[in-house]
T-cell receptor
């Protein structure tokens, strides 16, 4: 069966510090991968998606970036965090665009 | 935009009652998906309905799709306190990498 992991579960970082969130998927190959952010009490905002290694599509201009160094690994990064980067970050995967997405447990980021 | 817009924003019912949530979208879709999110957790996929389907069932869940009206509804029958969560619809277009644009969701509260 397939599983998706995210870490860390919670993170408190000062403004201006770097960020690296990792997402890995097990039990499938060549998945589509997605990063979402959810502000408190709001819906999900799609940040990046990837249909293959090295293929990253950005949905929202911001100081975040994403990389997919391996087939089942998706990394969200920032060189300098802003207060507005606080939120709940969710990674998801799907078999391809015609199928449902499976979400990880999320990382709660607080920028202070 | 493929964003789904849920209605109502909040719904409060008693255990045993039925809950109906609606979703509207603006452009043609490949499929439409419904997800549930318990507070502070990742999203859980409920049902995917394809553009050529009109109705789909899963346990106590019933989803309808009317592509002519660009709308969908989620019915939860005989609700339970454990159904308390936020519910999101997500239309998915063709050739877009499966990306989902979520709305703000419907916050359902089921009182025992």
């Amino acid at each position: 069966s397939q599983t998706i992991h995210q870490w860390p579960a919670t993170l408190v970082q000062p403004v201006g510090s770097p960020l690296s969130l990792e997402c890995t998927v097990e039990g499938t190959s060549n998945p589509n991968l997605y990063w979402y952010r959810q502000a408190a009490g709001r819906g999900l905002q799609l940040l990046f998606y990837s249909v293959g290694i090295g293929q990253i599509s950005s949905e929202v201009p911001q100081n975040l970036s994403a990389s997919r160094p391996q087939d089942r690994q998706f990394i969200l990064s920032s060189k300098k965090l802003l207060l507005s980067d606080s939120g709940f970050y969710l990674c998801a995967w799907s078999r391809d665009e015609a199928y449902e997405q499976y979400f990880g447990p999320g990382t709660r980021l607080t920028v202070t | 935009s493929q964003q789904g817009e849920e209605d109502p924003q909040a719904l409060s019912i008693q255990e045993g009652e039925n809950a109906t949530m609606n979703c509207s979208y603006k452009t043609s879709i490949n499929n439409l998906q419904w997800y549930r999110q318990n507070s502070g957790r990742g999203l859980v996929h409920l049902i995917l309905i394809r553009s050529n389907e009109r109705e789909k069932h899963s346990g106590r869940l019933r989803v309808t799709l009317d592509t002519s009206k660009k709308s969908s509804s989620l019915l939860i029958t005989a609700s339970r306190a454990a159904d308390t969560a936020s519910y999101f619809c997500a239309p998915s277009g063709y050739n877009q990498g499966g990306k989902l644009i979520f709305g703000q969701g419907t916050e359902l509260s089921v009182k025992p």
